[in-house]
């Protein structure tokens, strides 16, 4: 059993982790600014810290008073489309705010972390699919922003002694039980078909037909959020500093998540077929074979479907997500 310090735990993928630390017999701190995090989404069994990365003081009195072995660093802002309108946002929030946890970590001799990163810091990747050994070079600033603190990290594990995982997320998806996915602004493929099964919106978008696929529209790489989970779990034992890409090894179109949404709803899903979004690459799909070989990780919910009902269950039972 470990103290760990979950930054973001409030959010989607980070109240999931939670809620499986939890699980796993962990004692569990949320330190989260709910600008994106909701409060209700943070397991009743945890302890919040209400406060903000930009608040270098307000981390290390949360660092100080929670004394955690790990941190777990969530707290991101995650939109493609958004980065490519307001790349400021994306370097503030995921470079400076997040090198003040860092920094905090450090002065408070916290050394060990796990990192949320992204298979968007690759771009349009030489090749697929991705290996850790493939060449990063991000086509967005949100996969900039989010190489660099790749960087950083490094030479925090050379200067100052920081064992780190960072887990490079291809596309999270799916819910646990109780908690599940609410951005105040949904944006996400999954998550926006959902809401023309439940009448919340008019029609499914897709941006894109003329992409060099098999039907034209983008391929992902999705992954249940309790796989996910795990690996976060798996990434606390690691030996060694090192960067995992972490999806199940399939593709799926939008083309044919809007299918299975169709198919597990039971509803007419009708779509309207808009431009590219700018800053999204055709085809992302993980080799995870380093953190399936390194840490045993296996995915146990692969089946798109399986992912597609899990996130449906969540919102049929909280049709307006969180309520804030
Ligand atoms: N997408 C879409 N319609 C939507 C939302 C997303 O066609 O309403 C596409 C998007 O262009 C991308 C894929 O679905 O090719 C996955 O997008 P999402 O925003 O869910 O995740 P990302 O891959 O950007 O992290």
Known sequence: MSRILVIGGAGYIGS??????????HRVGVFDNLTEGHRKAVDMRARFFQGDLA????????????????????????????????????FRNNVCNGLNLLQAM???GVKRLVFSSTCATFGV??????????????????GESKL????????????????????????????SEQFGEDHRVETHLIPNVLKVALGQKQAAEIYGTDYETPDGTCIRDYIHILDLAKAHMLALEARESTYYNLGTGGGTSVKEIIDTCRAVTGRDIPVIERPRRPGDPPRLIAASDRIRNELGWTPKHQ?????????????????????D
């Open 148 to 175: 660099l603190f790749e960087k950083i990290l490094r030479w925090y594990g050379e200067i100052h002694g920081l064992k780190f995982v960072a887990l490079r997320y291809f596309n999270a998806a799916g819910a």
């Open 16 to 25: 999931i982790c939670v809620e499986e630390l939890l699980n796993a017999g």
């Open 55 to 90: 608040d270098a003081p307000v981390i290390k009195l949360a660092l100080a008073e929670f004394k955690p072995d790990a941190v777990m660093h969530f707290a991101a802002n995650a939109l493609v489309g958004e980065s490519m309108t307001k790349p400021e946002k994306y």
């Open 303 to 323: 089946d798109i479907r399986r992912i597609i009902e899990s996130a449906w269950a969540w919102h049929v039972k909280n049709p307006t997500g969180y309520g």
């Open 125 to 142: 990747p030489e090749r697929v699919p991705i290996d850790e050994t493939v060449p990063q070079r991000p086509i967005n600033p949100y």
């Open 106 to 108: 450090h002065e408070s």
